[in-house]
């Protein structure tokens, strides 16, 4: 912390200030002032760049810094039976208001990429995720905007199949909030502050400090392709269906080869944002 001192001469006469001295008192507050703008908009860049965190294998550590990234699907944890990295009720939101259970699920497909706060405890990742290597993002805006145009372009690679970044992390790693299966009040209920569903987490997990962003799949096809997935199933909408929204979507899911553990997404080389160290150097 920097701190500034100023002084101003007072000039007094018959007791009387002078316009000097308002003068220099009023050039004060304006240096003052401007110090105190300065700092507050310091602090904002600085808290818009923190550095994260994330725990892998060596050789997946590697592939990272070369650009090439792993976004999971949020059901594939859903299907990992132990509670290291399994989550049963992973992407969606599970509260209670009085005796009633509010469950909000998705209906659209969406790929996860987790980092952790970059003070959390490394230590405790690496022996919880079994991992050697420790992975630091240090300009988290840069890597979110690399992900943007690597998913831009992988569109133009696709007929039918697109990806989307979800307007909550356009700007920024999301935190997640470990309230799932918590109570929330009536005001809460009536002002529909419920969190979004891929952020909520149990409180069991709070130790990994995570912060995530997340990735919309969906389909995007024309009249033609509805009406013959309305032949063999029903109850479709025509547009940018959501996957999983229903048995016609399904069908065209299975048409189109869609993904639905992982894919892969190549954001270019990221050494200059990224830095590694091994476990045994810690």
Request: proline share 1%; charged share 30%; hydrophobic share 35%.
């Amino acid at each position: 912390m920097v701190g500034y001192y100023l002084r101003v001469n007072s000039v007094v006469i018959n007791g009387l200030r002078t316009g000097a001295e308002d003068m220099a008192q009023k050039l004060a507050c304006w240096k003052l002032k401007s110090i105190i703008l300065n700092c507050a908009r310091q602090l904002f860049i600085s808290n818009a760049q923190t550095a994260y965190i994330k725990v892998m294998k060596h050789r997946h550590a590697c592939e990272l810094l070369k650009g090439k990234i792993r976004l999971s699907n949020y059901r594939y944890f859903r299907a990992i039976e132990n509670d290291t990295r399994g989550d049963e009720s992973e992407g969606v939101s599970l509260r209670y208001y009085e005796d009633t259970r509010l469950k909000k699920d998705s209906i659209n497909d969406h790929f996860l990429f987790s980092v952790s706060e970059n003070n959390a405890n490394a230590a405790f990742l690496l022996t919880k995720f079994d991992c050697d290597a420790i992975v630091t993002i240090s300009n988290p805006e840069e890597f979110i905007k690399r992900i943007i145009k690597a998913l831009k372009m992988k569109n133009c690679a696709t007929e039918h199949i697109r990806y989307r970044i979800v307007p909550e992390c356009e700007s920024g790693f999301k935190r997640v909030l470990y309230v799932k299966n918590s109570r929330i009040s009536k005001s809460e209920l009536n002002a529909q502050e419920i969190i979004h569903h891929l952020f909520e987490k149990d409180k069991k997990y709070k130790c990994e400090r995570e912060f995530r962003i997340a990735i919309e799949q969906y389909i995007c096809t024309d009249h033609e392709d509805i009406q013959q997935a309305k032949d063999k199933r029903s109850g479709c909408s025509i547009k940018n269906h959501p996957l999983n929204a229903s048995d016609c979507v399904e069908c065209l899911a299975r048409k189109y080869q869609v993904c639905d553990e992982a894919f892969y997404l190549d954001i270019g080389n990221c050494e200059d944002i990224t830095t590694l160290r091994l476990a045994c150097d810690l």
